[in-house]
């Protein structure tokens, strides 16, 4: 019902990601992650495994932290750092110069 509304109003779509405390991720959501890993991949000229996992890492820590503050509250600071996914390099070796001898 829901979902055709969306369709019929907003000429789009609605999936919901349904995450589990510790990380697990539905069906629906597993393929979103998928999907943008792909595009993020393409655009960026990397590995696609290391995209997924890199997004799946900074989803799960994003997960534990968000329990973590519903569970105890937030405790000092808080930190407002968001990072582009501009500014993100996937692989584990930096890229190196031409003058840079390996």
Do not use: M, W
């Not at 696609?48 to 997960?63: D, E, G, P, W």
Request: glycine share 6%; hydrophobic share 35%; net charge positive.
């Amino acid at each position: 019902a829901y979902e055709q509304r969306v369709l019929d109003s907003e000429k789009g779509s609605f999936i919901p990601l349904i995450f589990t405390t510790s990380g697990g991720a539905g069906p629906l959501c597993s393929t979103f992650i998928k999907r943008i890993s792909s595009k993020i991949s393409e655009d960026k000229n990397e590995s696609l495994s290391l995209v997924t996992n890199h997004i799946r890492t900074r989803l799960r820590f994003a997960l534990l932290k968000s329990t973590l503050i519903a569970l105890r509250g937030v405790r000092g600071k808080v930190n407002h750092l968001y990072t582009s996914t501009h500014d993100i390099s996937f692989n584990l070796i930096p890229k190196l110069n031409n003058y840079e001898v390996p």
